[in-house]
């Protein structure tokens, strides 16, 4: 049965962050007793993108640097890292280290950074992907904790443990991987795949929700205090504990299709774990994504009435604020991006061709200027309006 511990913590200051590890570990019994002692540990942070921790898009290094510490006590040869948006390179990847304070947390703690930048394709045997590029430093590893963030998603409403580990993937390939995949519910069958596979390595999920980010998530949204950190030893019920602190399990896709493939009762694990410390913290006004676009999944009946365009938010790229760097153009999925001179000022501009466009939102999260905003299509706002209302209907009368 999974064990679930959810802790008030309300900053990211060493006293309190380092108090809430030592009482997970406690309640796990002791860092010990996942007997990492000479062990190799990868700590799988969320390092999306070059983004300052004060951004709250990425895994506080705080969170990184006490857990590091308390594995490196213990015994553990602990390595931490990710691969990111971008190119899995040493160069790409230190500069991400550096700008999301983990080159700190690991001299503070003790840890090292990733430096192996190689990836093996694996057998997945999953639902729908079968073989997988996988980094070489999870592979290698001979246990992981997958330290992800709180955080909307534009694609899948929110991102938690499960999908911290889509950066199992080598940079680049990522793309690829969305290409693959372009309807939400097959992505989320590639998700699970992945988890599934990884799944044996992972001691445990801790989630940072002291700051969470709503809004445009997972990199251009809003920083929000949330004032939890969740541990837990299964990646769903971390993921529906940490969902709901601010929105229902049940309008999350991902989740629905954990429940379809056993992978969560049909109560979302309430009969297993205690969630009342996430529903009594629950934000009434945190800004949400809806996941309208689960509608089209292939046996969606109103994809047979409605296009996808007309119910999902639209990529467009704010020309007076694009710097043309040719991140989103060269991570496209589809490209479905040009990079177009504008006649003004004969300076290239990104410009989305949006027929092409598979809604992935990957430009919106590595645009490093936030030149990508989503424009929402007005049979959007109509069925966000009243999704939100049943909503709030559905809370009071619970
Ligand atoms: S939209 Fe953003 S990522 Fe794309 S070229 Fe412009 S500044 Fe770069
Ligand atoms: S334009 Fe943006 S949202 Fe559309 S497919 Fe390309 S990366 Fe994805």
């Known amino acids: 049965m999974a064990k679930l511990v959810v802790l008030p913590c309300e900053d990211y200051s ?123 430093v999870f592979l290698k590893a001979d246990a992981v904790i997958n330290v992800c963030k709180l955080k909307t998603h534009g694609f899948t409403g929110y991102s938690c443990a499960v999908k911290n580990l889509y950066g199992l993937i080598p940079g680049l390939v990522k793309a690829e991987v969305h290409s693959k995949y372009p309807e939400l519910d097959d992505f989320c069958d590639n998700l699970i795949d992945i988890e599934r596979f990884a ?71 309430a009969s297993c774990v205690d969630y009342s410390e996430c529903e009594k913290a629950y934000i009434e006004d945190f800004k949400r994504v809806s996941v309208l676009h689960a509608l089209f999944n292939k046996r969606g009946f109103l994809r047979r009435f409605l296009r996808k365009e007309w119910v999902t938010r639209k990529p467009v790229i704010k020309k007076s604020v694009c710097r043309g760097c040719e991140k989103c153009f060269r991570h496209c999925p589809r490209q479905a991006i040009e990079m177009k001179s504008d006649k003004s000022t004969q300076k290239k501009r990104a410009f989305i061709h949006s027929k092409q466009c598979i809604r992935c939102y990957c430009c919106q999260e590595l645009c490093p200027f936030n030149a990508v905003k989503l424009k929402k299509p007005f049979l959007y706002r109509v069925m966000r309006a009243l999704s939100v209302s049943k909503s709030k209907k559905t809370k009071k009368q619970g």
């Not at 160069?91 to 840890?111: D, L, P």
């Not at 998530?217 to 004032?227: A, L, S």
């Not at 049940?250 to 379809?260: D, F, G, T």
């Open 14 to 136: 060493k006293e309190h962050v380092s108090a809430c590890v030592d009482s997970i570990f406690a309640d796990f019994g002791g860092a010990e007793a996942f007997l990492v002692k000479g062990k190799n540990i990868f700590i799988k942070a969320n390092l999306v993108t070059d983004l300052p921790p004060e951004r709250h898009g990425t895994t506080h290094p705080m969170l990184v640097e006490c857990i590091a510490r308390r594995l490196v006590q213990a015994g553990a040869r602990v390595v931490v890292g990710d691969s990111s948006g971008g190119a899995y390179t040493r160069a790409y990847m230190n500069n991400v280290y550096r700008v999301t304070g983990m080159t700190e947390a690991c001299k503070a703690s003790g840890a090292e950074l990733n430096d192996d930048f190689g990836f093996s394709t694996v057998d997945l045997k999953g639902k729908v992907n079968r073989h997988q590029e996988i980094i070489d």
């Open 199 to 269: 799944s044996e390595k992972i001691l445990l999920h801790v989630v940072d929700g002291v700051i969470g980010m709503e809004g445009e998530g997972p990199t251009n949204g809003t920083p929000r205090f949330v004032g939890k950190i969740i541990a837990c030893d299964d990646a769903y019920i971390t993921d529906v504990a940490a969902v709901k602190l601010f929105d229902e399990p049940s309008k999350m896709p991902l989740l629905l299709k954990a429940v379809e493939r056993g992978l969560l009762n049909s109560d979302f694990g």
